[in-house]
Nanobody, 127 residues
Framework: QLQLVESGGGLVQPGGSLRLSCAAS????????IGWFRQAPGKEREGVSC????????NYADSVKGRFTISRDNAKNTVYLQMNSLKPEDTAVYYC????????????????????WGQGTQVTVSS
């Protein structure tokens, strides 16, 4: 059974860092593009970053460019989202998602493109 489990969220002060993990089980991430999304209270889910199946292509939302970095460790079947210089507006529940894809260098920032989702992890940025 395909499963994604996020971890690494928590409470951090503005300017701090967190690293989110998305561990996959039941399938190999080698054949999947991965996306990170977030949803703040009262707001729609938005794409934060995505990583192609090959790992050779990435995309970032303008609001996180230069602060967040997506990466993968195929040996651990895990995708990471390193978040630096966190701001209060980064507060949200963060989700990872996966989609089986043939194209090695494509990934989507649209939630409708993904069929498998984790349960989410809360990130709160506050002093």
């Amino acid at each position: 059974q395909l499963q994604l489990v996020e971890s690494g969220g928590g409470l951090v002060q503005p300017g701090g860092s967190l690293r989110l993990s998305c561990a996959a089980s039941g399938f190999s991430l080698d054949n999947y593009a991965i996306g990170w999304f977030r949803q703040a209270p009262g707001k729609e889910r938005e794409g934060v970053s995505c990583l192609s199946r090959s790992g050779g292509s990435t995309n970032y939302a303008d609001s996180v460019k230069g602060r967040f970095t997506i990466s993968r460790d195929n040996a651990k079947n895990t995708v990471y989202l390193q978040m630096n210089s966190l701001k209060p507006e980064d507060t949200a529940v963060y989700y990872c998602a996966a989609v089986l894809i043939r194209a090695p260098f494509m990934c989507s920032m649209r939630s409708s493109s993904y069929g498998s989702w984790g349960q989410g992890t809360q990130v709160t940025v506050s002093s």
